[in-house]
């Protein structure tokens, strides 16, 4: 999200100076470095839809963004994603509105879905659907080196430091304080700090309810390989994928075990319990998968309403913030990156309006509603 709203500051023609302050320039804690780098078009708002086509436009002509070495690897190989019988009318009316704006999603029943994906069992499943175009999986490493190259190159400085805390003078952001002991002074702050972002405002009396939570991907090594399989969601709650040679998957923890987990990336193990045999009754030939390893990255989760926020705060009016994706922040950080550009260089959002992801919905607790979160 940082470089992508300072990069793309720089496009839009920001002259001044752009400094992106990061505490880790390994990443290695990093939500974009630990997520499944995925990208969907199936989302049940339109802003949400339309920052996936735009990330889609430009996974797809990557060279033409970055340069002929850029490489991110972009499996347009779509999500299929399963509905039980019960949710059939509001699965086809999900894929109707998504169509409508431009996400080219296809509704199959059961008999279509086993003649389009063999090796997978439908049983109890009522309908799927799946994106053929504009949805699949990249690599969000490559990405963001890519963007952060592409930053570099138009004069963005970076600063490997950790922002201790946010100055302010009557309304207004005047700078921030590093770990260092310099002061940053700026006209604009971005808050882009993921899963640390509502720790990062609290002192300033700015309630945002962006916390860290746990997730884990497990990775397999497979002996065979299911041509065309797609990003799965099965409704069960599982998911999976292939990567390279093999898989990858998930599912989110039972929210008894899903305390926030500031400092914590210990797997949850213990899910595998649970996963196992679901993926082996959805795809009996996956119980022939070998666990290789597992790791956690923390979804930076907007307990409000599981969507990203973007724009002025409406008392520090040149703290602007892009944060708080809650799992699909890689996919939409080209979006939010033009857009938190428009917003300071031109006043407004141009080209996708941003509004509905505005301060104003957290301020007065008004959800953006949701209904495809994972
Ligand atoms: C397991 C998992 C799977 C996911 N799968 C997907 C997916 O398939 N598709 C998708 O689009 N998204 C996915 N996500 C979500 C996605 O990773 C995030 O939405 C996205 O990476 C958020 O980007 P960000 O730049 O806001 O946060 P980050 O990538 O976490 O970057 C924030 C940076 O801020 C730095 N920072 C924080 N505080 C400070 C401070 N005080 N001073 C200096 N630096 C600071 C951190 O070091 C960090 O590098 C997944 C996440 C996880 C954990």
């Known amino acids: 999200m940082g470089s992508f709203c300072a990069w793309s500051l720089r496009t839009a023609g920001f002259a001044g100076p752009i400094a992106v302050v990061e505490q880790d320039a390994t990443y290695q804690y990093s939500s974009t470095a630990l997520s499944a780098a995925s ?6 708002t339109p802003v949400n839809i339309q920052m996936s086509l735009f990330g889609a436009d430009m996974f797809r002509h990557i060279k033409a963004t970055f340069g002929d070495e850029a490489d991110i690897g972009f499996q347009e190989k ?8 019960d949710q059939v009318a509001e699965r086809v009316a999900a894929a109707e509105m ?3 704006h431009g996400a080219d999603i296809r509704i199959l029943d059961p008999d279509e879905l086993g003649t389009r994906f063999p090796g997978i069992s439908f049983d109890g499943v009522g309908i799927g659907t799946f994106g053929a175009q504009h949805e699949g999986w990249f690599d969000a490493w490559s990405l963001l080196s890519n963007v952060r190259r592409a930053a570099r190159q138009g ?13 302010t003078n009557d309304a207004k952001v005047t ?5 260092n002991g310099e002061v940053v002074s700026c006209d604009f702050c971005i808050l882009a700090a993921g899963a640390w972002s509502g720790r990062l405002v609290a002192p300033l009396g700015v309630a945002l309810p962006v916390v860290p939570k746990k997730r884990t991907v497990f990775a397999f090594k497979s002996p065979f390989k299911l041509e065309g399989f797609p990003m799965l969601f099965d409704s069960s709650g599982i998911w999976v994928r292939p990567e390279g040679e093999g898989y990858i ?5 039972p929210a008894e075990s899903d305390a926030d987990a500031y400092g914590d990336f210990e797997p949850h193990h213990d899910l595998m319990e649970s996963y196992w045999p ?3 009754t959805r795809i009996p030939a996956m119980e022939a998968l070998r666990l290789h390893r597992a790791w956690a990255g923390h ?15 409406d008392e520090l009016t040149n703290l602007i913030f892009a944060t708080g994706f809650s799992g699909h922040g890689v996919m939409h950080a080209p979006a939010v990156g033009r857009g938190v550009a428009e917003l300071i260089t031109s006043g407004g959002f141009q080209s996708i309006d941003l509004t509905p992801l505005g301060w104003e919905r957290i301020r007065t607790s008004t959800p953006m509603v949701e209904s495809i979160v994972y």
């Not at 004069?155 to 100055?167: D, L």
């Not at 998957?249 to 923890?253: E, T």
């Not at 979804?299 to 705060?313: I, M």
């Open 39 to 44: 990208i969907r078009t199936q989302f049940g």
């Open 98 to 100: 998504q169509r409508a």
């Open 249 to 253: 998957g998930g599912m989110q923890p």
């Open 278 to 280: 679901l993926l082996a």
């Open 299 to 313: 979804y930076e989760v907007n307990t409000l309403d599981h969507n990203g926020v973007v724009g002025a705060h």
């Open 155 to 167: 004069g963005v400085s970076y600063v490997e430091a950790t922002v201790e805390s946010i100055e």
């Open 78 to 85: 779509g999500y299929l994603i399963l509905g039980g019988a």
């Open 175 to 179: 700078g921030v304080r590093l770990s």
